[in-house]
């Protein structure tokens, strides 16, 4: 089996091994074998599930040319997500707010700095039980520019919620992007912004 080509299937192409034995015609097993025999190093099961849910590559592509505009919606986005970000969650870029104007600032960034399409992009809005769902799904959807589809309406249960008070008849709206890429890096430019305080 060839060097060349064999890393070319596995590291360029992201083929699976699985994938790559169909390919040339041989079995998983030696396709294990000369990929430990030409010490190329195998994709981690994280990583394999990255490829396998993104055969085309990632799903966002960074914008590193910014005019003045741009850089102050990159700064925006970064800041954004440092003070409303939700860190918990690994595999989630997440920010939720009752402000269409900060989640649409959000948004923005997502789209034009971080290149991610609209259809990528899911909202997830908390909603009392008094405020009507499709009134609320339309309004997001209208504000940010999102899809209905991408919008799941669920009720608000948790009593002593920190927005409380600040009830809004649209509900508390929380933005995702299912990507532990994407996340790595907006928490590394976060980091590193901030650093320079």
């Known amino acids: 089996m060839n060097k060349r080509e064999l890393s070319y299937l596995y590291d360029v192409k992201k083929l699976s091994m699985v994938d790559i034995a169909k390919q040339l015609k041989t079995t998983q097993a030696k396709v294990y074998y000369w990929l430990k025999r ?18 085309n590559g990632d799903p966002f592509r960074i ?7 741009e ?3 990159l700064i925006s986005g970064l800041m954004l997500y440092c003070a409303e970000g939700h860190r918990t969650n690994r595999h ?30 899911g909202l997830y809005v908390q909603l009392y039980k008094q405020f009507n769902q ?6 997001w959807s209208k504000v940010l520019r999102i899809p209905k589809p991408q919008i799941v309406v669920y ?6 919620s920190k927005m409380e008070g600040q009830v809004s008849k649209f509900g508390i709206a ?24």
């Open 38 to 55: 030409y010490g190329i190093a195998r994709r981690s099961r994280s990583e394999s599930s990255y490829v396998k849910q993104n055969p």
């Open 63 to 69: 914008k590193k040319k910014l005019d003045n505009k």
């Open 71 to 73: 850089r102050e919606l």
């Open 92 to 121: 989630s870029v997440q920010l939720a707010n009752l402000d269409h104007r900060i989640l649409k600032v959000f948004v923005e960034f997502l789209r034009k700095i971080c290149g991610i399409h609209k259809k990528k992009i």
């Open 134 to 139: 499709n009134e609320a799904r339309d309004y």
């Open 155 to 160: 009720p608000h249960t948790d009593k002593r």
């Open 174 to 197: 929380r933005i995702q992007v299912h990507n532990y890429k994407l996340k790595n890096w907006i928490d590394k430019e976060s980091a590193s912004y901030l650093g320079k305080f």
